[in-house]
């Protein structure tokens, strides 16, 4: 089975300075993996995603993501922080469930960016 | 190229009536889901289709009827709504396959009194 399990609920940073988002997957094949974000009230929208070919993959607005298939990670990164990346960011697997193929959702990471 | 398409935005309903969520895609796509959205819970599945006339449920079904009578569309039914239904709801779209991105609707906000 699937799972996808994103280690903080809440990161704060400053304008201008590194962004990390950590997230741990578990699947018993190679998964294609996603990185969302979702701003207030708005619905979500794709990042980046990871489907076996080169193992950084990068997004839109500057962020990137490395898949270690050694860790079962899948960290989405950005050099600098803006105040718009504030909004909430889902790590999502796409695998074989028990609901079939479906997307897992992580439960989500809040970054708040601070001026 | 209008993409997923949900309606209403917002709606409140009383405990014991009955609605349906409306999800139109105009992608093609084979594979349709809707999943509801709490705090701290992440999204989670509802329901899906993976073609007209097949569906399937996900991890949280009890209180919801769908049904997939097009490859455009993908209503979702509450049947006698409760408190606990109040949420915000996703329809999405999906590319069946490994590395199928899923496209999301905007969304309805539920509030069950």
């Known amino acids: 089975a699937q799972s996808v399990t994103q280690l903080d609920s809440h990161v704060s940073v400053s304008e201008g300075t590194p962004v990390l988002l950590r997230c741990n997957y578990s699947?018993?094949?190679?998964?294609?993996l996603f990185w969302y974000v979702q701003h207030p009230n708005k619905g979500l929208q794709l990042l980046l995603k990871?489907?076996?070919?080169?193992?950084l993959v990068k997004g839109i607005n500057g962020f990137e993501a490395e898949f270690k298939k050694s860790e079962t990670s899948f960290h989405l990164t950005k050099p600098s922080a803006h105040m718009s990346d504030a909004a909430e960011y889902f790590c999502?697997?796409?695998?074989?469930?028990?609901?079939?193929?479906?997307?897992?959702f992580g439960k989500g990471t809040t970054l708040s960016v601070s001026s | 190229n209008a993409g997923v398409t949900q309606t209403p935005k917002f709606q409140v309903l009383k405990t014991g009536q009955s609605m349906t969520l409306q999800c139109a895609q105009d992608?093609?796509?084979?594979?349709m889901s809707w999943y509801r959205q709490d705090p701290g819970m992440g999204l989670r599945l509802i329901h899906y289709?993976?073609?007209?006339?097949?569906?399937d449920q996900g991890e949280v079904p009890n209180g919801y009827n769908v049904s997939r009578s097009t490859t455009e569309d993908f209503p979702l039914r509450l049947l006698s709504a409760a408190p606990s239904q109040t949420s915000v709801y996703f329809c999405?779209?999906?590319?069946?396959?490994?590395?199928?991105?899923?496209?999301f609707g905007q969304g309805t906000r539920l509030t069950v009194v």
């Open positions: 999502v697997v796409s695998g074989i469930s028990q609901a079939g193929t479906a997307l897992i």
């Open positions: 999405a779209s999906t590319l069946i396959g490994q590395g199928g991105e899923a496209f």
């Open positions: 289709s993976v073609g007209a006339g097949i569906t």
């Open positions: 990871y489907t076996s070919a080169a193992t």
């Open positions: 992608m093609n796509h084979e594979y």
């Open positions: 699947s018993s094949y190679s998964p294609s």
